[in-house]
């Protein structure tokens, strides 16, 4: 750019209110970068890897780096129990996994499916590593609250993913482990009674509603042996997905 001045180039992609605006972009040395349009300018990502591009002490990212270190600590106490991170090694993947959120709400956006799927998995492998080996309790715990709201993402672009396959069925199937999930962490956390008025849960509700007319009815059969076996093994939450499953069918 022949100018330090980026006025023309901001104003050739304007900032839309209420939209995430986002955009893949091939650059000269044959990389496709994310570019994702602020109110305040403009903001690109790597797409694979770390989206800053930065590779700490030569690993992928701090996840990768922290995992490797307690692989290591495992081989040598055979387990991983006094395996510590300390609140500066949290606080760091913590700023880490706010870049991969940028990036994996910008790919659902763009239906990179695929690379939301990679990003939330890596998201809640750090809320697993802070909460099982963070130095105190605020770092064991602070991640969890955003726990649903990865694990509805993942849910969603599974979905997506089965939809855009011809798969509806697969499609109704993510979204159930979504909801088991999400069920499973907020029992975790004591928030169980938040389960049934979280936004998380009511927006796969949603996603479920809209993709169950699309099985064929031969499929009724097989969820009402899934019913049965739900009711067997007292997995009641499960089993009223399957009843509106049904309803749905039969409608």
Same mark, same amino acid.
């Given at each position: 750019?022949?100018?330090?001045?980026?006025?023309?180039?901001? !104003?050739?992609?304007?900032?839309?209110?209420?939209?995430?605006?986002?955009?893949?972009?091939?650059?000269?040395?044959?990389?496709?970068?994310?570019?994702?349009?602020?109110?305040?300018?403009?903001?690109?990502?790597?797409?694979?890897?770390?989206?800053?591009?930065?590779?700490?002490?030569?690993?992928?990212?701090?996840?990768?780096?922290?995992?490797?270190?307690?692989?290591?600590?495992?081989?040598?106490?055979?387990?991983?129990?006094?395996?510590?991170?300390? !609140?500066?090694?949290?606080?760091?993947?913590?700023?880490?996994?706010?870049?991969?959120?940028?990036?994996?709400?910008?790919?659902?956006?763009?239906?990179?499916?695929?690379?939301?799927?990679?990003? !939330?998995?890596?998201?809640?492998?750090?809320?697993?590593?802070?909460?099982?080996?963070?130095?105190?309790?605020?770092?064991?715990?602070?991640?969890?609250?955003?726990?649903?709201?990865?694990?509805?993402?993942? =849910?969603?672009?599974?979905?997506?993913?089965?939809?855009?396959?011809?798969?509806?069925?697969?499609?109704?199937?993510?979204?159930?482990?979504?909801?088991?999930?999400?069920?499973?962490?907020?029992?975790?956390?004591?928030?169980?009674?938040?389960?049934?008025?979280?936004?998380?849960?009511?927006?796969?509700?949603?996603?479920?509603?809209?993709?169950?007319?699309?099985?064929?009815? =031969?499929?009724? =059969?097989?969820?009402?042996?899934?019913?049965?076996?739900?009711?067997?093994?007292?997995?009641?939450?499960?089993?009223?997905?399957?009843?509106?499953?049904?309803?749905?069918?039969?409608?």
């Amino acid at each position: 750019m022949d100018s330090p001045d980026l006025t023309p180039f901001l !104003t050739s992609w304007p900032y839309e209110v209420g939209r995430i605006n986002c955009r893949f972009v091939d650059v000269p040395d044959g990389r496709r970068v994310l570019q994702i349009r602020l109110d305040l300018g403009i903001l690109q990502l790597e797409t694979v890897g770390r989206p800053d591009g930065q590779r700490p002490e030569g690993h992928e990212s701090l996840l990768r780096l922290h995992r490797s270190s307690r692989e290591r600590w495992s081989l040598v106490h055979d387990d991983d129990r006094g395996f510590i991170l300390t !609140t500066e090694e949290c606080a760091a993947l913590r700023e880490e996994a706010v870049q991969y959120y940028h990036r994996y709400v910008a790919l659902l956006v763009l239906e990179d499916f695929d690379g939301v799927i990679r990003d !939330t998995s890596r998201n809640i492998e750090v809320f697993d590593l802070c909460r099982d080996h963070g130095a105190d309790e605020q770092d064991r715990d602070i991640l969890e609250q955003f726990r649903p709201y990865v694990i509805m993402m993942r =849910s969603r672009a599974e979905a997506a993913k089965a939809v855009a396959a011809g798969e509806p069925k697969s499609a109704i199937a993510a979204v159930d482990r979504g909801l088991e999930e999400i069920r499973v962490a907020m029992d975790d956390a004591g928030a169980a009674e938040r389960f049934e008025g979280s936004n998380e849960v009511q927006l796969l509700r949603g996603m479920r509603d809209m993709l169950v007319p699309r099985l064929p009815v =031969s499929q009724r =059969s097989e969820l009402e042996e899934r019913l049965r076996s739900a009711i067997a093994a007292e997995n009641y939450e499960l089993a009223a997905i399957l009843r509106d499953e049904l309803r749905m069918l039969r409608e």
